[in-house]
């Protein structure tokens, strides 16, 4: 078995380790609020649970300002065109986030008059809230004794227990084991154990010597906690290559278009490419003209390498159809992924 010995985590040493370590961030409530009385606001809890996916709590913070200064409640998001929600979500990834950040307040105004649904199970029926997210939400918002279990807790558990197996090979072993610590401060204890992931059990860090899970932790005891969580084997990440064209006018605004609404980085904004494939073929120039080549920009997605050859060139505004011209300076306001503002620096534009 995965877990040799499941024994408990000492969810009172978690507690008390939190009450005076709890990190101040713009979403939580502190230990020291929550015993006043104070509750976390659900909107708040799950527009940070939906931005921290996949990004770091850094990277999230002035885009979580940002949000809930334009938008300050669920009513004024759902109310908020998609396209201003894309704009502002540019630089976070995985767009399909947004779309579906966008889609969740629409459904809670409009199905739940405002009101996010208390439990994990019916968190679950809205759009882009997953069992993950479910279970933060209503851990965090209501005290459901509910496990909820994230990438950085995977990296304790594994630790605690000296998993002999990749997590993803003993994930319900590791839900389960954590259920059953899980106290009557459900919310304080899930947000305790990010806490502990993120600054005492860290990727590269173990803080043994002041994390209160030390007693019982069996990669402590063996005396080397980095060895896990066991690594599975990397498949092989396929590359993908082709062209970008930078496209200005006489007087230096670049031609933009928009996506298509479904697919990868759907509804975002672009300069015009070629079609991704496994060899690079010769460039098909959208006009012709003085085409200039400008470098090679690589961005990595999820499922594979991404090489793209920059080309620009300055071309007349007729025969472009579906677009529009931006100047340099508003490129900052367009909803572009971090790949085209690669493709934009790279023509020696700031985009």
Not at 114 to 134: C, H, N, R
Not at 264 to 273: C, D, S
Not at 317 to 339: I, K, M, R, V, Y
Request: charged fraction near 20%.
């Amino acid at each position: 078995m995965p877990l040799s010995s499941p024994h408990a985590l000492d969810s009172s040493a978690v507690l008390a380790w939190y009450d005076l370590h709890a990190r101040d961030l713009p979403w939580r409530v502190s230990p020291a609020d929550r015993r006043t009385g104070v509750k976390p606001d659900p909107y708040k809890i799950w527009l940070s649970e939906v931005m921290l996916q996949q990004t770091t709590v850094a990277a999230v913070k002035s885009y979580f300002v940002r949000f809930t200064s334009l938008w300050p409640t669920v009513f004024d998001l759902a109310n908020a065109p998609l396209d201003s929600v894309l704009r502002e979500w540019a630089g976070l990834g995985y767009y399909a986030r947004a779309r579906n950040l966008h889609a969740c307040a629409v459904t809670v105004v409009r199905d739940h008059g405002g009101v996010f649904p208390t439990s994990s199970v019916a968190l679950q029926s809205l759009p882009g809230i997953g069992a993950y997210t479910s279970a933060a939400i209503a851990a965090i918002c209501f005290d459901e004794p509910v496990a909820v279990l994230d990438g950085n807790l995977d990296r304790v558990l594994a630790r605690y227990y000296a998993l002999s197996v990749p997590v993803r090979d003993a994930k319900e072993q590791l839900r389960a084991a954590l259920q059953v610590a899980v106290p009557h401060r459900a919310g304080d204890f899930a947000q305790a154990m990010m806490d502990l992931g993120a600054t005492i059990c860290a990727p590269r860090n173990a803080s043994c010597l002041i994390c209160p899970l030390q007693p019982g932790c069996m990669a402590a005891r063996e005396g080397n906690p980095l060895l896990y969580p066991i690594k599975p084997a990397k498949a092989e990440r396929p590359v993908r290559k082709g062209h970008a064209f930078v496209m200005l006018d006489a007087a230096g605004d670049v031609y933009l278009q928009s996506r298509p609404g479904k697919g990868l980085l759907a509804g975002m904004t672009e300069v015009p490419t070629s079609e991704w494939s496994a060899d690079l073929v010769d460039p098909i120039y959208p006009l012709p003209a003085n085409w200039r080549h400008r470098g090679q920009v690589v961005h990595i997605f999820t499922h594979f390498r991404l090489e793209l050859e920059v080309w620009s060139a300055v071309v007349p505004p007729e025969g472009l159809d579906g677009g529009w011209w931006s100047e340099p300076a508003l490129l900052g306001g367009e909803a572009l992924p971090t790949l085209f503002r690669k493709v934009l620096a790279a023509a020696g534009l700031d985009g």
